[in-house]
């Protein structure tokens, strides 16, 4: 309800006038500086008599100078900029005395243009993130108005032109700075990405200025964490359009109605693509970045690669390295052997080699289980390869951590319900806990023994102190392999809490009784004494 003393019947312009005008006497007054550079910026647009001002605002793009200052400046070459290039006021051309003042100002212009962008893309590494995130807007503002005002014979609209890719080129050597970490301007960039036109010279450029930096031996560890980051933003997915006036395009487009007009060349844009993949996994990469890699390389990669194969010896040299590290190479190695055509027989083996205890307490763990259980669905499989991954993940229940058993136990009936001739280690009576043939330390599964073996370790489990785990143990004992295959997703992330949680929520019993005789009013019990030397009617 509104307050009717503070708002009497009045005209709804007349209270909005009110308002503003209280907010204009809070609204804080601009610092001299930076009404200083305004009044400049606005003197040039309105006079080119004082074009000299562009060089005092330029003064102030720098990295040392204040951020509000820095801001001022960059709005107000903007502005200039904008207006002069919208009127065709710069004018790429050597300078001489035979030539026109007017041409000779157009040349002093674009001279102060390039100047002015070289300025913007060193600030794209300024401390303070507004002030590189204007800079970037401003210099993809500029790429925008040059193309939109080319002149008809300058080149036709399909493409871009030699203008905006210098302009692109210089933002990304900027971005992929061997000196500046640039994770925030990247981050800020990618919803440029988004446009196809962008994301097609932004491969094309990185490609070449990775080539240069190998070939020149200028690769550091900054230039390497700043083309990683670009190259994780880069998304590759959705591109297969057959109709390229729907592309979603920065430039090349009729703005009137909205369909673009760039040719999409797709096997160049994956060429570039795997270009810059194959020239940064040459280079040194630190175990972080390694990990990064082999997460996203078998989604993300892979799939748009023109060549995928190209990767075998990189993919296979980190399945070998063990621990985290050949987890993470797993899924890549089995997208080379299930959609390439990879020859790796030693591929089982080494998969049977990770099921050791460490598997069950990486952050990984869930990632490793899933993908182990789609490369052991096959039911071709011979039954001793898939009773030593059996035995080994039952042997590895014994020390595992609780959260983790459940899992382990239904992933293991998966298994029988595939291979119903491996029921039989359930409780086989020709294998003694005292003469187990099983050789845990055998790291080949066809000498381990395992399908002479019996399950021993999850009848122990049983007698575990959880409920949940001794549960899980005696319904593979006591009922066998099921009909259909048990949910393994549901348990691969369980968590102390939620096990916890789940416990106290149990209702273990539902009527708990306090007499043996039903109660007749306040009367005792019968074989109570009370009641012999009492009687209440």
Same mark, same amino acid.
């Given at each position: ?27 804080? %007054? ?23 001002? =562009? ?186 359009? %057959? ?6 395009? @920065? ?82 190695? @089995? ?41 052991? %669905? ?35 009936? +998966? ?61 593979? =004992? ?5 009909? +259909? ?14 096990? @916890? ?7 273990? @019993?539902? +009527?708990?009784?306090? +007499? ?22």
């Amino acid at each position: 309800m509104k307050n009717k003393r503070k708002y009497p019947d009045q005209p709804e312009v007349e209270k909005t006038m009110k308002k503003l005008a209280k907010l204009s006497k809070v609204a804080k %007054t601009d610092r001299p500086i930076v009404k200083e550079i305004k009044e400049k910026a606005a003197a040039v647009v309105e006079s080119r008599k004082n074009a000299n001002n =562009i060089v005092d605002l330029i003064g102030h793009l720098e990295l040392t100078e204040p951020g509000y200052a820095v801001a001022a400046a960059i709005q107000g070459v903007k502005r200039i900029f904008t207006v002069a290039i919208e009127k065709h006021e710069l004018l790429e051309k050597e300078d001489s005395d035979e030539i026109p003042a007017e041409d000779k100002y157009r040349i002093w212009m674009y001279n102060r243009f390039q100047e002015v962008v070289k300025k913007l893309c060193t600030l794209l590494h300024h401390k303070k993130a507004s002030v590189s995130t204007l800079a970037l807007a401003s210099i993809m503002s500029f790429l925008k108005t040059s193309w939109v005002s080319r002149e008809k014979g300058e080149a036709d609209k399909a493409d871009w032109g030699q203008k905006e890719r210098e302009m692109i080129n210089s933002v990304i050597l900027s971005v992929c700075s061997n000196k500046h970490q640039a994770k925030n301007v990247i981050t800020r960039f990618q919803e440029f990405l988004l446009y196809i036109d962008v994301k097609f010279y932004f491969l094309k450029q990185l490609s070449k200025i990775i080539s240069v930096a190998v070939k020149g031996d200028k690769v550091n560890p900054v230039f390497l964490e700043n083309v990683l980051s670009s190259l994780e933003v880069v998304g590759m997915e959705n591109l297969d359009i %057959t109709d390229s006036s729907k592309l979603n395009t @920065f430039l090349c487009k009729d703005l009137a109605v909205g369909e673009s007009s760039f040719k999409l060349d797709m096997v160049e844009m994956k060429k570039h693509f795997g270009n810059c993949w194959l020239q940064t996994l040459k280079c040194k990469i630190n175990l972080d970045q390694y990990k990064r890699v082999l997460t996203i390389l078998h989604d993300k990669v892979l799939p748009f690669l023109p060549r995928p194969l190209l990767l075998t010896d990189f993919l296979l040299s980190s399945y070998n390295v063990g621990g985290s590290i050949s987890l993470l190479a797993l899924s890549g190695v @089995f997208t080379l052997i299930s959609k390439h055509n990879l020859e790796y027989p030693e591929f089982y083996t080494k998969l049977y080699q990770l099921f050791t205890p460490e598997v069950l307490h990486v952050k990984y763990m869930a990632r490793f289980f899933h993908l182990a259980d789609i490369f052991l %669905t096959s039911t071709h499989l011979p039954a001793y390869l898939v009773a030593a991954f059996t035995k080994r993940l039952a042997r590895l229940c014994l020390t595992a951590p609780s959260t983790s058993i459940p899992m382990a136990i239904r992933f293991i009936h +998966n298994l029988m319900f595939r291979h119903s001739g491996l029921a039989k280690m359930i409780d086989n009576p020709d294998s003694k806990v005292s003469e187990d043939p099983f050789d845990n330390k055998e790291t080949d599964p066809a000498k381990c023994g395992a399908l002479n073996s019996s399950l021993w370790e999850i009848l122990s489990l049983q007698n575990h102190v959880l409920p949940q785990v001794s549960t899980a143990a005696k319904d593979l =004992i006591e009922k066998g392999v099921r009909e +259909n295959e048990l949910d393994v997703s549901a348990l691969l992330e369980t968590t102390w809490q939620e096990m @916890f949680e789940k416990e106290t929520k149990k209702k273990v @019993f539902a +009527n708990v009784p306090t +007499n043996w005789e039903a109660p007749d009013g306040l009367k005792m019990s019968k074989d109570d004494i009370w009641s012999q030397i009492f009687e209440i009617a």
